[in-house]
């Protein structure tokens, strides 16, 4: 489609606020044009929020005032009307709350401990105390930081960076491969703790917990006395260190643990004290806006909390549902409720490896699937659930991803999962792969579904013969005592080094079959 305006062409905006401003177009590409505005400031836009006229913004105001009046018809708390918002309501809903009872509604306390992965190895080998310190791959592999110290933070390292751009950043950084076995551990020793404070506990991830205190602390002064002791036993009983928010709802929380990070605390009693704290701030500040629904905002002229509550319509319009949670979290308002974590809420079990060099043998591929299965098998023993499905995963050298499933009656049975995964791989495109990964998903504990029929529990000793007579087969084109070694295979990462031991044997393996080959032929 056309450009509607020229570089050079004058166009007017409203802006945050419901300014209306004058800006000069400089280019257009992409579906989006870059203007400036007259105090050199600028900006990327749709066409639709430009206008040639400021008559034209007149007709679209009042198109919105009638927007905005259908809405807060629809939704009455959603009332656009500056005068009284919704924090003002909410907060005096609470202080009313507080008065009347003497007690918050809500006291939330989210804990999340400080560079997690990298504390617990530093804690492991006081020689790596102080360190910059960089867990996920090593430098000279293919992947990704996982976390790194604060002393690595300084030269703008962070999670997920690629572990290449890490090592241009932080040279003399030491680099290790994470222990997640060992950090599961750890979590469940910091559950011990944690859970002694709480009515209720969602966790997030390993580290990182909402813990509902409301009935058991009752007032914000006591919710900080736990914290400190939280804080106290972590250090004393596992030598870790952890940051925490107290809070009158969740995000709230969450906003706190980091406000004071590391080591921290930080209280954000009310939804007043919340709103004041991140009203200038980024829309990225916000609890589910991440990069992409921030460049979104930012391309509609909203940057900041403030610009959400002056454009609550605008921004319901953009996102939707999404939208309207915002409108209200800019507000403060969030009375989500603490809701314990329960195994059978994950949504699967997988086990995937990238390669340190890509496959193409997909009879070597057959082989990982073997032990893959067997991992995918352990973990979901170890949560007590079973899977209704088998989730097949690849990505190819060029990057593409693809997954195919196939349902299966409840099970968890390594042999069940790579008989499916076995039919599945034979069904995609035989070209070069990066990753390949196995999972069960639609989980349940099958004493939800069903009991256990006396035939169910013949066939669950008969389980895994087919993998059985695999492994013996491994065993011998490998060299490696598979069968009498799967503890120490499945913990932390020897998984991933005993399929990288076997890729490299079979590259050298299939390598001299080939050369032997021409070796007869030369002496025939
Ligand atoms: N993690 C990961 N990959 C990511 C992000 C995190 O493997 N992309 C792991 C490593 C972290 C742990 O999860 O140690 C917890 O994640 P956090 O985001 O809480 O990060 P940290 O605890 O490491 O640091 P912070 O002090 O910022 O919380
Ligand atoms: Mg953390």
Known sequence: MA???RPGDTV?????GNRIEEAVVLKYAGGFYTIRFADGGGTKLRENRLFLKREDIDKETEKRRNINNALSLRRPSMAFDKEKTDTDTAVSAVKQE??????PEQIIIHVDMD???ASVEARDNPSLKGKPLII????????VVATCSYEARKYGVHSAMNIKE?????????????????????????HQIWNAYASKSEYLALDEAYLDVTDTAVTFEKACEFAKIIKKRTKDELHLNCSIGGAYSKTAAKTASEEKKPDGYYEIPTPEDYVNLIIDRDVRVLYTVGSKTAAKLHSEGIHTVRDIQNNQEKVAELLGKQGWWLTRLARGIDDSKVTPYKPEDAKSISREITFQENVNDFSFLKDVLVLLAISVERRAQRSGLFGKGVTLKITYADMKSITRSKTIESSRSADKIYEQALLLLDRVPHKTIRLIGVGIHSLSSREDDKQLSFADLLSEQDENKILDARLDAMNKSYGLDFKNNLDKIFSGETL?????????KNKSVSYKTKTGGLHERNKG
């Not at 507080?98 to 007690?103: A, M, N, S, V, Y």
């Not at 991933?496 to 490299?504: P, S």
Request: proline share 3%; aromatic share 16%.
């Open 115 to 117: 560079a997690f992965y």
């Open 166 to 190: 890490a090592y241009r950043l932080c040279p003399h950084g030491i680099y290790m491969h994470g222990n997640h076995e060992k950090y599961k551990r750890v979590s469940e020793q910091l």
């Open 12 to 16: 007017y905006i409203i802006s945050a």
């Open 496 to 504: 991933y080094k005993t399929i990288e031991y076997m890729r490299k």
């Open 98 to 103: 507080t008065e009347r009872t003497g007690k």
């Open 136 to 143: 996920g791959s090593l430098p000279s592999e293919r992947g």
């Open 3 to 5: 450009a509607k305006y």
